[in-house]
Nanobody, 127 residues
Framework: QVKPMESGGDSVQSGGSLRLSCPYI?????LHWFRQTPGKGREGVGN???????IYADSVKGRFTVSRDDATNTLYLQMNSLKPEDTATYYC????????????????????????WGHGTQVTVSS
């Protein structure tokens, strides 16, 4: 299966902004962003369901926004107020399980054997 290719990673100063992009296959329901630093496992950053509903990790709430454009099949991660601790390799991922939460089914923000992963793009935030 062809891996999606993320773009938009760069080096910025603390407080800066970046927008990551990732293509996806038409009809994909759950789309996710994860990140990983050396020596640590992947951390879920946020995801978006086909109806536009989103879930975020507490560490990025209010600063990061996940969005999708189904006309161009592009997933986005807008990152504002970046901090040095946001430095990581960022991965997009497609698919995965949906779980019952808060009275509805939601895309689960967790690693899943069914996820199709991107190659990753490096984000470096300097203080």
């Amino acid at each position: 299966q062809v891996k999606p290719m993320e773009s938009g990673g760069d080096s910025v100063q603390s407080g800066g902004s970046l927008r990551l992009s990732c293509p996806y296959i038409t009809g994909t329901r759950c789309l996710h962003w994860f990140r990983q630093t050396p020596g640590k496992g992947r951390e879920g950053v946020g995801n978006i369901d086909e109806d536009g509903s989103t879930i975020y990790a507490d560490s990025v709430k209010g600063r990061f926004t996940v969005s999708r454009d189904d006309a161009t099949n592009t997933l986005y991660l807008q990152m504002n107020s970046l901090k040095p601790e946001d430095t990581a390799t960022y991965y997009c991922a497609a698919g995965g399980a949906r779980t019952w939460s808060g009275g509805r089914y939601r895309c689960a923000l967790r690693e899943d054997a069914d996820l199709v992963w991107g190659h990753g793009t490096q984000v470096t935030v300097s203080s």
